[in-house]
């Protein structure tokens, strides 16, 4: 099985605290999965390496009979908290691709770049339409309306965008020119180097208002590529 997801996911296990941003728990891994199988389903990579047959592996594993959990609620139910089933998460993937020698490629091998060798590079439509489509239904990508599911959403959609287009280091979303960070640093008179997220969770009382001061940002972001 070609998995560019499963490579991936080896290097936030080598660099967990790099990539989940000082704070390696399930909630934040969920949502990063969720943004660069989002951007690899735009561009028709099937990878599904950690859908419906991983979850019934976890689940046989531990004697879990309810067809409709999935792989994150069984992963909760046996360890005391997010950043226990973090670590459960891995220790059950290399099970998993262990005994059923799956197999991990890159994406040359796979063949799925050939789209994206066409493109001179990354554009921000797709990012910016997927960001608006969730505007509509924020439960069906999200699981509720959290603005740190949002940010990790986007950090994983980013990040498969740039391996498909083998671009290492900048998306038009977080480039030089037109990068979100730098525009909500602005608005809000922000001299340091802090994330969006951040910012945001500072300026607001919850989560879910700061999801909604992301959206009226996000709209005037888009105005700049006008």
Request: overall charge negative; hydrophobic content about 40%.
């Amino acid at each position: 099985m070609n998995s560019m997801l499963v490579k991936e996911l080896y290097e936030i296990k080598a660099n967990p605290l790099e990539y989940m941003e000082g704070e390696a728990d399930l909630e934040r891994l969920v949502s990063y999965i969720n943004g660069f199988s989002a951007a690899e389903a735009v561009y028709n990579i099937n990878d599904d390496i950690v859908g419906e047959e991983f979850s019934d592996f976890v689940k046989k594993r531990h004697n879990i009979a309810l067809e409709t959990i999935q792989w994150i609620t069984a992963l909760r139910w046996i360890t005391a908290d997010d950043k226990s089933a973090f670590k459960r998460f891995y220790y059950e993937l290399d099970s998993f691709i262990n005994e059923n020698n799956k197999e991990i490629f890159s994406m040359e091998d796979s063949g799925a770049v050939s789209y994206a060798k066409q493109e001179k590079g990354v554009k921000p439509d797709l990012l910016c339409s997927h960001i608006e489509k969730m505007r509509k239904r924020p439960g069906m990508w999200l699981g509720t309306k959290d603005v740190e599911r949002m940010y990790f959403f986007i950090k994983g959609f980013i990040k498969a965008e740039l391996i498909i287009h083998g671009t290492a280091k900048e998306h038009p979303f977080e480039g030089l020119t037109h990068s979100f960070t730098n525009f909500v640093r602005q608005v809000y008179n922000i001299k340091e180097n802090v994330s969006w997220l951040k910012i945001l969770e500072f300026k607001s009382e919850n989560k879910e208002e700061a999801l909604e001061k992301f959206y009226c940002l996000f709209d005037d972001y888009r105005k700049t590529f006008d």
